[in-house]
């Protein structure tokens, strides 16, 4: 073999190449990411939980830079009222039970282990139509600083349209 180039030192140290891993999400999928870690650490959120009868209950779990972790119980009936997350996008995972969604003319039912991704402005309700209390774990990016409310949509609960797929609320 005739080369001319040759590699000084070992070709397979190359660290200094590499870019550093993230020390925070930066991108949709690995804010989505975190939360199946964190949902996946049942000892982190389970002990926190709590239920109240008059109003959701709610804690915050963890902040970053640029986001911030928000985990909820709901008794059943209980909901968040039609709204939206401002200039926020997130990610909201069922933990436990079971949560419809209703967005527009679409109803969605999401059980635990669904995951939904949603954009700034991305209005929707969620309820705990269930007889079973639920949990979700609520990912917000840019970290939520509003959560404006819209008036409800006269029959916005009676269309339904089977499945579920990725949006959220807290």
Known sequence: MNSDVQIAGDPLAVPHLMPPPAAHPATVAEFAGLARTLAADTGSWAPLVRYDAASRWYHRLRTGPGYEVWLLSWVPG?????????????????????????????????????????????????????????????????????????????????????????????
């Open 78 to 170: 209980q909901g968040s009222g039609l709204h939206d997350h401002g200039r926020s996008s997130g990610v909201m995972t069922v933990l436990r039970g079971e949560l419809t969604e209703h967005a527009g003319d679409a109803r969605r039912t999401l059980a635990a282990g669904t995951q939904r991704v949603f954009a700034p402005g991305y209005v929707h309700e969620v309820v705990n139509d269930s007889l079973e209390p639920a949990v979700s774990l609520h990912v917000y990016f840019p970290g939520l600083t509003e959560m404006p409310m819209h008036p409800a949509r006269p029959h916005a609960h009676c269309a339904s349209v089977p499945g579920t797929a990725t949006a959220a609320t807290r």
